[in-house]
């Protein structure tokens, strides 16, 4: 990987895999950018939720994103020289869409399943940090965010499956 200068929104905007990678710059922000990129996928699902009636279509277009994700992720990290840097954050994203998709509509759910998965993309529990580590390119990028989003769906369901109402 070539090093390059810090990323700024002319970067981003220069291929759109860059674009992608960076959540159309929300990876630019210069505080906690994995938490504003998980924030940016709020208006993307508010967005696509009422064109997406079934979790079919749901996984079928996340399916789509993972595979863009990668690609995008691949493609930026090797521009900046980083290849996971910080400010790439489509997989974010594409896992907070993952779990709201499994989520109930209501701003406690939201909230709920928006802070256990920031705590468990954070605190990368098995094997969370084993795949960061040791899987290179856009798919180590992409998958380690989904393996934090499988755990929150696991909490998520456990708590309904206790009676907590979220």
């Keep these: ?62 399916t789509v994103f993972y595979l863009v994700g990668v690609w995008a992720c691949q493609t930026a990290g090797a521009a900046v020289g980083v290849a996971d840097h910080h400010g790439i954050v489509w997989d974010e994203i594409v896992a907070m869409l993952l779990v709201w998709v499994f989520t109930p509509v209501t701003p406690l759910g939201f909230g709920v399943a928006f802070l256990l998965f920031r705590l468990f993309d954070v605190w990368k529990p098995f094997p969370i940090r084993a795949v960061d580590r040791n899987t290179r390119g856009g798919a180590g990028v992409m998958l380690d965010d989904l393996l934090a989003a ?15 109402g979220i």
């Design 150 to 164: 499988g755990y929150v769906l696991l909490v998520m369901s456990g708590l309904r499956g206790i009676g907590v």
């Design 1 to 62: 990987m070539t090093a390059m200068r810090a990323p700024d929104w002319r970067f981003v905007f220069r291929h759109p895999a860059h674009a992608v990678a960076f959540g159309f710059g929300a990876g630019l922000s210069p505080v906690a950018p994995g938490t504003v990129g998980s924030l940016a996928a709020l208006p993307l699902f508010l967005l696509l939720h009422p064109l997406l009636s079934s979790t079919a279509a749901w996984l079928i277009v996340l």
